[in-house]
């Protein structure tokens, strides 16, 4: 079996290699572009599904993570579990607003949600993580306020 499907090569640590994020995020960009190329927006469930199951049991059990993370080369630089717990959460919000805001039939809000999920992934595997820069800004938000 090759180390890329081992369990132990998923276990929960507190970084998480390069190459699996990037196999992460091109699921989630996928996932997008199937759905406004077919205008079927169920199809987000599944990035949806991916990044709650992601979040509740780790990176082990992250679809995107196993299929998509080969297709990248090994990578010896690393991204923080906190930031990408936060970049997870943010995904998820942004595919909840657009999901629940089509089927309420607010297409505008929808379609601002979809856009700025696409263009924080797009970022990403640019190599720019607007997620990243924004909790940042959070913490030092948090820690002005605290002095």
Do not use: D
């Amino acid at each position: 079996m090759s180390q890329s499907l081992q369990a132990s090569a998923y276990e929960c640590v507190e970084e998480v290699p390069l190459h699996r994020v990037r196999g992460n995020q091109l699921g989630i960009l996928l996932s997008v572009v199937a759905t406004v190329l077919t205008g079927q927006v169920w199809i987000l469930f599944l990035p949806l599904a991916v990044q709650l199951i992601s979040r509740t049991y780790g990176v082990k059990y992250n679809l995107f993570v196993r299929l998509l993370a080969p297709l990248f080369p090994a990578s010896a630089r690393t991204e923080s579990r906190e930031l990408l717990r936060f970049n997870n959460l943010l995904a998820i919000v942004f595919l909840v607003v657009t999901i629940a805001a089509y089927y309420l039939g607010s297409t505008v809000v929808a379609v601002i949600s979809l856009s700025m999920l696409t263009i924080a992934v797009v970022l990403a595997l640019s190599g720019f993580c607007l997620g990243c820069f924004l909790y940042f800004q959070y913490k030092q938000f948090v820690a002005k306020r605290l002095r």
